[in-house]
C-alpha cells in the first residue's frame, strides 16, 4: 500500500557557508569555474543527504545549483540582457533590480536537466523539482521587447514546457511551478495565469503542482503579511479555478499564517501540498504543532491526497534550524499516520 502522508519541501534548503554565504537570498557563489561545478553537486549530495537522514520521502536538489528560484532559471534563456537592468517593483510589494527582456524569448539548452539526472543517480526514492512559474518569471523582468504581460508569460510557457518534459525523461517524478504571483494579480491568473501553467504542464508524463505562498521569510514579505488583515483569503480568488485546471497538485502555506484552513474545501479532490512548517521563524516546530496543522487539513482534504511540506523554501534559515525543521515535519506526519492507521 502506498504510504500515506508523504513529507517533502517546498524546494529550497540552506547551502554549506563552502559554497555560498549563508543566510541570504541571491548569494554569491565562493567558488568558480571546476571548482563551482564540483561545489555545487557535493551541496546536492549533501543536501539529500540531510532530508534522507531527516525521513522526508519525497526529496530534492535543495536547489544548491541554483542562486535564485527565478533569475537562475532566467539567466539561461535567450532574449534576456543581464547587464541591462531596471528597478520594478515585483509581487506588487518591493523594489528590485532586474534584466531586461531585450527580444523573442527561447532556451537554447536545457537547464537543470543534467543537475535532475545527477539526483536521479543519487536515490531511489521519488524526486520533485521546483521550476519558476510563467507569471512569476514575468513579476521578475522588466520587458522592453514583448510590451505585454501576457504574451512573455505564452512564451516561457512554452519553455517550461520543454524543459518539464526534459525534467520527466530524466526520472523527476513531480515538477513543482512556483507561483507567489498568483497571490497578488488575481485578474491576470484567471485571465491567463493559469491557462499559461496549464500550457506549460501540456503533455507532461509525470505530475505537476503549483505552488502559491506568502514568500520567504524576508523582511519585506514579513512586513506585507502585516497589511493583510486578520484573515488572509488571497487563495480564495484562485483556488476555485485551479481544482478545475488540470494541475495534479496544489502546495499552499497553512501552519503560522492566518489563512483559514477551509479554504482547502476550495480544491477538494486535488492533491493538496500541505505547508505544516513556518518558514518565517527560527523557532524549530514541535512534532504536535505540525499534527495539529494536519489534523486540521484532513478535515478539507482526504487522507490519501495529503501530502505534509513546508510553507515556502528553507533557503534564508541556518542549516540547523532547517534541519529540525525538517525532522518535526517528519515526526508530525507520522503521528497523524499513526492515528490514521488506528
Ligand atoms: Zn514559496
Known sequence: MKKLLPTSTAGSLPKPSWLAEPEKLWSPWKLQGKELIDGKHDALRVSLQEQKQAGIDIVGDGEQTRQHFVTTFIEHLSGVDFEK?????????YDASVPTVVGPVSRPNSVFVEDARFLRQQTDQSIKWALPGPMTMVDTLYDDHYKSREKLAWEFAKILNQEAK???????DIIQFDEPAFNVFFDEVKEWGIACLERAVEGLKCESVVHICYGYGIKANTDWKKTLGSEWRQYEEV?????????DMISLECHNSRVPVELLELIRGKKAMVGAIDVATDTIETPEEVAVTLRAALKYVDADKLYPCTNCGMAPLSREVARGKLNALRAGAEIVRRELSA
Open 85 to 93: 537592468r531596471e528597478t520594478v517593483k515585483i509581487r506588487d510589494r
Open 166 to 172: 526534459e525534467l520527466a525523461a530524466a526520472g523527476v
Open 239 to 247: 483556488l476555485p479555478k485551479l481544482q478545475q485546471s488540470n494541475i
